[in-house]
């Protein structure tokens, strides 16, 4: 089965600094995805980033980076250049073999201005 | 694109009625929904997994005489609490996947707070 491991219940970055939230998973899937999705205080749940596992190349969106690490399991994000409307619940997910998200437990971003 | 709208954003109701949530997809088809449920400060629960014409898969412990999933279209997945108690009082988000070459994802909505009292 798959699993999905969030290590930081909580990191703070300095306002315009650079965040690293980290993420392993396991699973048993030869070609599978990963997802970093972000929950404002709102709660609507937005997509970050996504990756496909065949791809070696990271993937970017903007401020946005992953640093993903097949072998190790390891699916990192990083943010740049750290925003207040960054600050947030970050969950690090994957897909089962019946194509559900398999959840981390999230990590909470603090933003200091 | 791939946006999925949910109602209510909150409703309140008595213990022993139920609550019925509302989850379309307004610019796509949605063969594929799924509910979640939320604690504070925790991860997605998932509920149940439901496609479009067939009867609702549901997750072990969830029970799905009391979590009532109909997904007649491929736009609309409904959630019905029935004979709700305070204890079901939580968040609950849906959520459809779309697959289009190379955009793919899954999408949300906004949840609903239900609170029972």
């Known amino acids: 089965a798959q699993t999905v491991t969030q290590s930081q219940p909580e990191m703070s970055v300095q306002e315009a600094e650079t965040v690293t939230l980290s993420c392993t998973y396991d699973t048993s899937e030869s070609d599978y995805y990963l997802f970093w999705y972000k929950q404002p205080p709102s709660r609507q749940m937005i997509l970050v980033i996504r990756?496909?596992?065949?791809k070696q190349q990271n993937a970017t969106e903007n401020r946005f980076s992953v640093n993903f690490q097949k072998a190790a399991k390891s699916f990192s994000l990083k943010i740049s250049d750290s925003q207040l409307g960054d600050a947030a619940m970050y969950f690090c997910?994957?897909?089962?073999?019946?194509?559900?998200?398999?959840w981390g437990a999230g990590t909470k971003l603090i933003i200091k201005p | 694109g791939a946006v999925v709208s949910q109602h209510p954003s909150w409703v309140i109701c008595k213990s022993g009625t139920s609550v019925k949530i509302e989850c379309r997809s307004l610019d796509f088809q949605a063969t594929t929904m799924f509910w979640y449920r939320q604690f504070p400060k925790q991860s997605l629960m998932l509920m149940a997994t439901s496609n479009e014409g067939s009867k609702a898969t549901y997750e072990q412990g969830v029970e799905k005489d009391k979590f009532l999933i109909n997904h007649a279209s491929l736009t609309l997945s409904t959630l019905t609490v029935t004979s709700a108690h305070p204890e079901d009082s939580s968040f609950y988000i849906c959520?459809?996947?779309?697959?289009?070459?190379?955009?793919?994802?899954?999408?949300f909505g906004s949840g609903t707070r239900l609170t029972v009292v």
């Open positions: 997910a994957t897909l089962n073999s019946n194509y559900q998200l398999i």
């Open positions: 990756q496909e596992a065949y």
């Open positions: 959520s459809a996947s779309f697959w289009g070459g190379s955009n793919y994802g899954y999408t």
